[in-house]
Structures are given as C-alpha cells and as structure tokens.
C-alpha cells in the first residue's frame, strides 16, 4: 500500500479527502500515488526560470505512468546576483532552509515520493540534503544550464565576464562601450551559468550517485531534449514507487564515492565538498569520514574532463563530448558498478544501455590511460593554517603556482579586500587574507567569487594567491585556498594571521603553511578578542550561533 492512503482511506480520513477534492483531485486521482514535485521556479533566477515548463513535463509522464502529480514551490535565490553584498550571507544559509521545506511539505501530506526540481548553486544541495533525510522515491532534476555568450577574452563569454571584465576596465585593458555592451551578450539564455560551477557540479554529482536520469545534468536548458527528459522523470518516479526503490536504497557510501569521483575526475567545485559532507551527516556519515574518502579518492582519481573555467569549453561542448555518462565509462574501474539507480537499475547497466547523439571530443573528455593529469581535480590541504581543512581545486590552477609562497595582505571582509584589489593596492607576490567569512564569521561563509575575478581582471592571477575561510565559485582560477577551518570566528590560525607573514600554498604535498612559530601564534592566540557577531537577530542571527565548521560541511549544529 502507498504510504499516503494511510491518511486518505475512509471513512476515518475522509476529512483529509475532502481537503483534496477542494482543490479538484478526484477519487481516481486519490487511487494513485501522491507524488509530489518541489518545484524551484522563480522569475529572478536564470537556473530556474524554464522549470515551470519543466514542471508540466514532469506531470505528463507522472500521469502517463499511473501517479497524480501534486506540486509544491520551494525557495531559490542566484549566487550571482547576491554577490558582493550583505545578501549573499543567506546563500548558504538558505540551502538549509530548502532542505527544511521539502522535507516539511512532504512529511505534512504524507507524500509517496517526490520529484526535485532545481538548478542552482545551493537550491541542488538543498534538494540532495531532503533527498537524505526522506526514505521514500526521489529523483532530482535540474533545468539544465544556459548556452554560451560572445567570444569574450578568447573565449565564449559567460555571466562571470562581467567580473572579469571590469577588473579590465579599470586596469585600461577595455574601454566603456566594450564592457557595457557585454551585459546583452555573456547569458544569452535562461538556465544555470554556462560554466563548470557550483551548480553544474552538483548537478553532475547528483547524475554520478545515481539520484538522476543517465544523461540528464547537462542537457542545456533550451533543448528539446531537456523537456523529453522531464518526463521522463515523472515516467521514472511512478515506477520507484511501485517498485518501492527509496532514496536509501540509491544514496549509500558507495553512491557518494561514484559522486566524488566523478567530482575529482571532471575538476567540479569546491563547493561539492562542503555539500556532500553535509549531505552524508543526514544519512549518518561522519565529516570525518567524509574528509578521508576525499584525500584517498583525490589521490586515484585522473583528471579526464576540462571545462570552463579549467578550459575554454563550456557546458554546453561538455554535454555534446558525452557528459557523465562519457566521463562514468572511461573510469569505471574506478566507480562501484552496481550501485541501484532512479532507473531501478544498476551503474553499469545504465551505461552499457546510454545512447549518444554527438560525436565524442577527447578535447573536453579523455580518458584513463591518457588523462589532462593523473590526479587531484580537487585537493584537501592541512597545515598550521588550516589544522582541520582547506579546499582547492588544481584542475583550475596555473601549473606553475601550484606551489606558491607569498606574502600577506590581511582583510576582515569580502568588501575590504574587493576594494583593495580594484584600489590597486594588491600586487605580485601577495597572499590576501581574507577572513571572518566563514559559516559562523559570514555569516553564511560568502564566496570571495568577485576577489578572484578582480584579480584575472587586472592581470594578477598567475602572480598573487587568495586564501580564506570563506568560499569560491566554480568558476573561480588562480592560486586560492578557501574553507580554511577552524575559521577566524574560531579563533582558527587564520584569525592570527598578520600583513607581511610569509605563507606558503603547497598543492602537490597537500600543505598550507604559515611560516611563523608556534610560540609567536600562541602569543598573537593570548592577544585575539572574538569579534561580536554581525547578525544578532532573524535567521542570520540564528544561523551565525548553530553553524558549524567548513570542515563538517557547514552543517548546523541545534546543541549549541
């Protein structure tokens, strides 16, 4: 029996029908499973504006396949547009918000399944995080990612051209009408950023264990393919439920091990481990754990795909070379094969079954035996900087500052070192510092996306660092180091940290140094004051007391 005929059989719950059939809901539509769609769509962000159309696609094939679609909205908020200002401190934040909501929406109406539909930086992990907490039939889909712009700077544009672009209009490198005329052409469709970001990571992750359709991250948004594979979800659902195949069955160890493999192989986010982490604390996993499977899987897994910002493909090149399915098949070796799938299928027999309609490009996609590099897409570093984590990502780094000592430049905020960067202040051989933007010191642990961009801009990238406690886009090159925990508002070394220190970012040894004594850090450690939070109140305020450490997946802890 279907877990929402529970509450729907009478004559005891026929309360709980006549709520139903005030909306219009028939007795045939209450035979069926109840599955329910949290759909994301909004008209603010890109990533998400054609999921209304999604949507409606999705409860074709529900209704095709036998079930009664039940659609719900859910908060979204674009990374881009929050940054560089006090709103980007919910960005983070609001990935727990979302995970609260579904789980709350499905639980009320004691849904059978559900379908999740969304695209973009934290509104997929949100949905994942819902996803581990709900042991019933789930499938995530997202509404696939935008096409390219103008060739920009030798390559196709994109949303962060902008940032890029007026780092070189101040540097003098374009003139006005060059810049402003590039706000027209860097998006020229709706979807989730053309580029290897945060979005089109999880994304391809969520594909990778097994919680999407084979093939369906990247089809871009504007395809006719992406409203194909929408109803082919609602199709997929109906047949997770009658099966009784639950988000449990799909995400174990083993499923998110195929994630960070395809993480490390294809050179994602950074982002994707402070989400996964979280996402494994819902199903029990410790962060600890966690950290682990990342240093041993950075250290066996070939970098075999590059895109943008790692290359000058995009998404949309990404998606035609094969995409995950591609990427999935030259490493399977690698990957845990029999895995279960929303298919209600295997790994493998998903990919021996995959279809391809383009030809490949060994130029996005390589494979094991000859791959861009051998290992490290991402990398975990530690030292006495970072006792507990720092993230990186050297599938987007220069090979020649994959080791980088420099000296530092310290800011207390995202703003001071923004300014200090377009000020001219900033120069070759600079570490800047940017601290107190961790999860608890943000709060929200903002991305210093614009910081780095700033310094491509002026032509600093190969010659300067950035190391935080804070975040970076996907999109983000250049040497940097970012969820350096514990974080300043911790107390953490970085808090300690003075303008003119040498440190020293060692991506091949997994290291980050600050060169400065025990004896002097335990000295400067006697001398720091904690500063007084920036939110006190509403849900900042909340969140800035129960967010837990970068290291733990920024999860919130309601002990404290």
Avoid at 352 to 378: C, D, H, W
Avoid at 420 to 429: H, K, Q
Avoid at 476 to 489: I, K, R, Y
Wanted: with cysteine; hydrophobic share 40%; aromatic share 6%.
């Amino acid at each position: 029996m279907y877990r929402s005929k529970e509450i729907l059989g009478r004559p005891e719950w026929s309360f709980n029908r006549s709520v139903f059939k005030s909306i219009g809901y028939s007795d045939d539509d209450l035979k069926r499973p109840l599955i329910g769609i949290a759909n994301s769509w909004n008209e603010l962000v890109p990533g998400h504006y054609n999921l209304r159309q999604m949507a409606e696609a999705v409860k074709k094939g529900i209704y095709r396949a036998g079930g009664t679609a039940c659609e719900f909205g859910v908060i979204a908020g674009c990374d881009g547009t929050a940054q560089g200002h006090a709103g980007m401190h919910y960005i983070l934040p609001s990935r727990d918000l979302i995970a609260n909501d579904i789980e709350t929406m499905v639980e009320i109406h004691h849904l059978d399944a559900v379908v999740l539909l969304g695209s973009c930086d934290k509104i997929v992990p949100g949905m994942l995080l819902a996803a581990a907490r709900l042991d019933i039939p789930v499938i995530f889909m997202g509404g696939g990612p935008m096409l390219g712009g103008k060739v920009f700077d030798n390559r196709k544009s994109d949303l962060t051209s902008m940032s890029e672009g007026l780092g070189m209009l101040r540097a003098g490198k374009i003139d006005e009408p060059t810049f402003n005329s590039l706000e027209d052409v860097c998006g020229p469709t709706c979807g989730s950023c053309s580029f290897y970001g945060s979005a089109n990571t999880m994304n391809c992750v969520a594909e990778a264990m097994g919680i999407s359709l084979p093939g369906a991250a990247l089809i871009p948004a504007v395809y006719a393919d992406r409203t194909r594979c929408a109803e082919q979800t609602g199709e997929a659902i109906v047949r997770l439920t009658q099966q009784g195949i639950t988000s449990h069955d799909i995400l174990t160890m083993d499923a998110i091990e195929n994630g960070i493999r395809v993480l490390m192989a294809t050179g994602g986010s950074t982002n994707g481990v402070l989400h996964l982490t979280a996402m494994a604390h819902e199903l029990g996993i410790d962060h600890e754990t966690m950290l682990a499977v990342f240093d041993k899987l950075s250290a066996t897994t070939p970098l075999i795909a590059k895109v943008n910002p790692a290359s000058s493909y995009d998404m949309e090149d990404f998606y035609k070379a094969g995409g995950i399915p591609k990427v999935m098949t030259e490493i399977l070796p690698l990957l845990h094969k029999d895995c279960m799938t929303v298919t209600g299928t295997t790994v493998s027999e998903n990919l021996q079954n995959y279809i391809y309609k383009y030809e490949f490009n060994p130029q996005v996609i390589k494979t094991m035996a000859e791959p861009f590099e051998s290992r490290k897409g991402l990398a975990i570093l530690r030292g006495n900087l970072a006792p507990e984590t720092g993230v990186t990502k050297p599938a987007a780094i220069d090979p020649s500052i994959l080791t980088f000592t420099g000296t530092a430049k310290c800011y207390d905020s995202e703003e001071e070192a923004e300014k200090a960067i377009l000020g001219g202040d900033i120069v070759a051989g600079d570490v800047v510092v940017i601290r107190y933007e961790g999860p608890k010191g943000g709060p929200g642990m903002r991305e210093m996306f614009k910081a780095m961009k700033y310094l491509y801009g002026r032509g600093l990238a190969k010659s300067t660092a950035l190391v935080t406690d804070g975040r970076f886009s996907g999109t983000n090159n250049g040497c940097f180091v970012g969820h350096v925990s514990p974080e300043a508002a911790d107390g953490g070394p970085i808090a300690l940290v003075k303008d003119g220190d040498k440190i020293t970012i060692d991506i091949p040894n997994n290291t980050l140094t600050l060169h400065v004594s025990d004896e002097e850090l335990a000295q400067r450690k006697k001398n720091w004051v904690r500063p007084k939070p920036k939110f006190t109140h509403g849900w900042l305020g909340l969140y800035s007391r129960i967010a837990k450490s970068a290291a733990t997946g920024a999860i919130l802890d309601l002990n404290e």
